[in-house]
């Protein structure tokens, strides 16, 4: 049986992840590709306790609190993960650990070498197959969200260095990275970017 595909959706606050996670979802069903949709957090009975907490607008979380809190949950995933992976299920991501690098890394300042061992214990070096980073300008990004959870809320030089992160990990890991710049009013043209990068990246 051939192992699965890992594909995750990255991006700031209002890029449209969620949206065109709906969209990749409904183009692999048509592919009759056997599929998985998840989402960091939550995802899981566990996971989605955990993600009030991280995203309760009432709560004052240090950044290394933070990465406790969303690596509890990735423990989870993974284990789901794997094991949709084995049975050669593709699993498509709403957010995983290159959330954790921009948001607690560079804009949270928790120590790298921190996160990037404990992504490594969590994710079982799982490494996705495609990752898409939804570029958007923080600023377009933060209007364009309608119920501002308690991350949006940390102000926009907060969510300037979260870009700045995305670009890094962009950077860094270009084998499977794919920047999708944001362009407003144009889901249909981003997803089509979106599916002929698939299409050359892992043969549908």
Known sequence: MQRGKLIIF??????????????????????????FCT??????????????ILLDKKENLD??????????????????????????????????????LAYQGTAG????????????????????????????DPKRGLEREVNPDRFADKGLPYHHK?????????EKYPEFSVIIPYIPNEIAQMQEHIRLIAKERLHI
């Open 109 to 136: 300042k928790v120590n790298r070498r921190l996160i990037e061992f404990l992504t490594k214990l969590t994710t079982k070096k799982i490494k996705p197959d495609l990752l898409y980073i939804l570029d958007v």
């Open 10 to 35: 990255e991006g700031g606050e209002g890029c449209g992840k969620g949206t065109h996670v709906k969209l990749f979802s409904n183009w692999l069903g048509q592919k009759e590709i056997k599929h």
């Open 162 to 170: 979260v870009r700045k992160g995305y670009l890094g990990i962009a």
């Open 39 to 52: 989402k960091e957090p939550g995802g899981n009975p566990a996971g989605e306790k955990i993600r009030k």
């Open 63 to 100: 950044p290394l609190t933070e990465l406790y809190l969303f690596c509890a949950d990735r423990t989870e995933q993974y284990k789901q993960t794997e094991g949709k992976l084995e049975k050669g299920v593709w699993v498509v991501s709403d957010r995983s650990w290159p959330s954790t």
